[in-house]
Structure formats: C-alpha cells, structure tokens
C-alpha cells in the first residue's frame, strides 16, 4: 500500500484503528466552549461525530492516513515586505488541494477494495473526520504548538486525507510530541491568536479572518494583517522541522506564478467574472468575489503606497457593501487628513449602507486624532 501511495504522489502513508481520542476531544470541546471556533457553527453542530470515527461510519476497522507535502521552494514569508503585493498562503498557490487528493485517494482505496475484498470509503477535510489527531496516532508526526500536524521529514508542509476501510489491521505506532521548548510558530503570529502552546483562537487568526470571516474584520486587527489577503503561514513558515521538507521535492505540488506575489491594484479592480476566472481551480475561489476584494482593500491600506490610492478610490462605488467600506479605511490610511475629510463630505452624505457609513465616520474621527498629536508634537 505504502508504494502504491508514493506512486500517486502521497509522502506517507501510515495506518491507525478507530479508538480513544479523548485527549483531543476534550481540547475540541474546550475550544467551543471558549467561542475559540469564532463563525465556524458547523464545528459546534459536528463535535459529537468528531469525536470518534465510528459515528461517522460504524463499520470502520481500520483508517489509512496518508500526508503530501506542498512545502513551498523559497522562503514564504519574503512577499509580506512588498508593499504594492498580495500574500496568499501556500496551499492556495496550486490547485486545490481537495480536487487533487481525492481523485488520488479515489483511486487507492479501489485498488485496496478490488485486492481485499473490503468497503471503503474516503475523506479529505470535508467530512467531520480529526485528521491531524488521527495523523498523530497514525505516526505521520504530531501536533504542533501551532495546532497544525508536524512531520519530522516534511515539516509542517502536509495535506492530509484518509481512506477508512473495514480490514483488520495492525497499527503503526504513533508520533511522540517533538516540540520541544521551541515557541517560534507562537512568537511570531502578528495578531497574537495563541492563547497558550497547543490552542488557537480563531477569532483573531488570520486565515480564519481571510478565509471563512464573512464580515467586517475588526479594526484593530486590520493593520496586523498586513498584505495577507488568503490566509497566513507565518505559523507554519517559522518551523524549525521545514528545513527537512525538501526531500520530497518530486511530490510537491508547483505553486502559479501569478499567485506567487499578485498586484493589489489589479486584484482590488476584479469583477465578479474576472475573479472566477482568475482563481479557476483555486481554494481563493470559494470564497468569493466581494470577501476577497475585502481582503485586498485592507492589504492596500496597510500599504501606505500613494500609487494605490486609486485602485481604492475605484472600490467606493463597488456594489458590495464590505467592499466600499474597506475601500473607505484604506483611503482614511493613504489620503492627507485634509484630502480624506473632502472626499468624506462629498461621499458620506450618499452613501445608503450604516457600516459603511461608520468606516466614513471612524476615519475622521482618526484625522481628528492625528490632528491632535501633529499639534502636540509642534508645541512640544
């Protein structure tokens, strides 16, 4: 099976039994009680068959989890100091992931089903399934301190996908927590989502806020969002197990060059056409047009690049509301205070949406501000 795996391009493949994951059970429960799952209702309402895998399909003996790594070439992070370009995640560069692992995962379990004589059935990251617990019992690594699964050989660089199957048959042994005392994937999280090693709050990371967030993202955690605009791999990127990634360089999947480092402007100027075009076969796509332009806007007013203030100024007649509102916290970040407060008196008064409205608002509230402390800093 093992070889069968490598030849589709999977990195590992491991095997582990349905059983006592009591330990992330209760981290799971925890997590929800804390409201740590931010807008992620469908967690709460799946905890229950989450929990063990026989909820899920009664019949499983036994579970195949099987990793591919996606490691990136160069460094992921060198992007965040281009002012005038986006960052979008590494998995996200390629093709989705989901489309490709299950086709290949598709293909494995029938080959196991036709040579066994077994039921089968297969799960990539759509199904209330715990991959990186069952990962971590499987031996393909273990949970970091940033809650993601790390591999002594890969890193933190693995999609994971698992076939279940109705063979008996005997498990690998797991893989002990190699962390360590190392917190370099806490320390360096911009907006402080871990409350403690092991424990994430959705609420302020920046994937969950760039990805599955449908509305408007608090203001103080704009500007430490920097020029992230799908997700954030900073987490991921700082890990001191990459540096083994590169030994599966034949299995990665190859990043898009125009995803690599894309131009704000031309990005804030998608319509709903262009961006499905653009993101044809991409995760970015599942989120839609107007969240991602969102997440444009405020990369664009982190920017302080005067050369965007008219891809943002373009946006204040956008159809989507989320859109002109972020379009508007840009310009309060690019414009004069003077130049801000004459286009908010010509637009504010027109403008029909509240939260809109209340970005306007804030902004001269904000040149009100800055007036204050330029004035103190004269009279010194």
Same mark, same amino acid.
Request: proline share 6%; glycine share 8%; net charge neutral.
């Given at each position: 099976m093992t070889r069968e795996a490598r030849d589709l391009g999977f990195d590992l493949c491991r095997v582990t039994i349905p059983g006592d994951v009591s330990l992330q059970a209760e981290r799971l429960q925890t997590y929800l009680a804390l409201g740590r799952h931010a807008g992620m209702d469908w967690m709460a309402s799946t905890a229950a068959r989450r929990q063990d895998p026989k909820t899920l399909w009664p019949d499983v003996r036994s579970i195949f989890v099987l990793g591919m790594n996606y490691g990136p070439d160069g460094d992921p992070l060198h992007t965040l100091s281009l002012r005038d370009r986006g960052t979008i995640s590494v998995y996200a560069r390629n093709r989705d992931y989901h489309d490709v692992m299950k086709g290949k995962l598709k293909q494995l !379990?029938?080959?196991?089903?036709?040579?066994?004589?077994?039921?089968?059935?297969?799960?990539?990251? =759509?199904?209330?399934?715990?991959?990186?617990?069952?990962?971590?019992?499987?031996?393909?690594?273990?949970?970091?301190?940033? =809650? @993601?699964?790390?591999?002594?050989?890969?890193?933190?660089?693995?999609?994971?996908?698992?076939?279940? =199957?109705?063979?008996?048959?005997?498990?690998?042994?797991?893989?002990?927590?190699?962390?360590?005392?190392c917190r370099k994937c806490l320390d360096i999280c911009p907006t402080d989502a871990f409350p403690a090693p092991y424990q994430l709050d959705a609420n302020r990371c920046i994937s969950y806020l760039t990805i599955e967030h449908k509305g408007t993202i608090a203001p103080d955690l704009r500007p430490r969002i920097g020029n992230r605009?799908?997700?954030?791999?900073?987490?991921? !990127?700082?890990?001191?197990? @990459?540096?083994?990634?590169?030994?599966? !360089?034949?299995?990665?999947?190859?990043?898009?060059e125009d995803l690599q480092a894309p131009d704000l402007a031309g990005l804030a100027g998608l319509n709903d056409g262009a961006f499905r075009a653009l993101f044809s076969g991409s995760p970015v796509k599942r989120i839609g047009r107007d969240r991602f332009v969102r997440n444009v806007l405020i990369a664009i007013g982190n920017s302080a690049e005067p050369r965007l203030v008219d891809a943002a100024m373009a946006r204040l007649d956008d159809a989507a509301p989320q859109v002109r509102a972020m379009a508007v916290w840009a310009l309060a970040r690019l414009l004069d205070t003077a130049a801000f407060r004459d286009l908010a008196a010509r637009r504010r008064p027109d403008e029909p949406d509240a939260e809109v409205r209340a970005e306007w608002t804030s902004g001269l509230d904000q040149s009100v501000i800055s007036d204050h402390t330029d004035l103190s800093a004269q009279t010194g």
């Amino acid at each position: 099976m093992t070889r069968e795996a490598r030849d589709l391009g999977f990195d590992l493949c491991r095997v582990t039994i349905p059983g006592d994951v009591s330990l992330q059970a209760e981290r799971l429960q925890t997590y929800l009680a804390l409201g740590r799952h931010a807008g992620m209702d469908w967690m709460a309402s799946t905890a229950a068959r989450r929990q063990d895998p026989k909820t899920l399909w009664p019949d499983v003996r036994s579970i195949f989890v099987l990793g591919m790594n996606y490691g990136p070439d160069g460094d992921p992070l060198h992007t965040l100091s281009l002012r005038d370009r986006g960052t979008i995640s590494v998995y996200a560069r390629n093709r989705d992931y989901h489309d490709v692992m299950k086709g290949k995962l598709k293909q494995l !379990a029938g080959k196991l089903a036709a040579r066994a004589a077994c039921d089968v059935k297969v799960f990539v990251d =759509t199904a209330p399934v715990m991959e990186k617990p069952l990962a971590e019992k499987a031996g393909l690594g273990w949970q970091g301190k940033h =809650t @993601n699964l790390v591999a002594r050989d890969y890193g933190s660089w693995l999609f994971l996908g698992s076939i279940f =199957t109705t063979l008996d048959l005997e498990p690998d042994a797991p893989e002990p927590d190699r962390c360590g005392t190392c917190r370099k994937c806490l320390d360096i999280c911009p907006t402080d989502a871990f409350p403690a090693p092991y424990q994430l709050d959705a609420n302020r990371c920046i994937s969950y806020l760039t990805i599955e967030h449908k509305g408007t993202i608090a203001p103080d955690l704009r500007p430490r969002i920097g020029n992230r605009i799908y997700g954030c791999d900073d987490c991921l !990127a700082v890990c001191p197990w @990459n540096k083994f990634a590169s030994r599966a !360089a034949e299995a990665k999947l190859q990043a898009r060059e125009d995803l690599q480092a894309p131009d704000l402007a031309g990005l804030a100027g998608l319509n709903d056409g262009a961006f499905r075009a653009l993101f044809s076969g991409s995760p970015v796509k599942r989120i839609g047009r107007d969240r991602f332009v969102r997440n444009v806007l405020i990369a664009i007013g982190n920017s302080a690049e005067p050369r965007l203030v008219d891809a943002a100024m373009a946006r204040l007649d956008d159809a989507a509301p989320q859109v002109r509102a972020m379009a508007v916290w840009a310009l309060a970040r690019l414009l004069d205070t003077a130049a801000f407060r004459d286009l908010a008196a010509r637009r504010r008064p027109d403008e029909p949406d509240a939260e809109v409205r209340a970005e306007w608002t804030s902004g001269l509230d904000q040149s009100v501000i800055s007036d204050h402390t330029d004035l103190s800093a004269q009279t010194g």
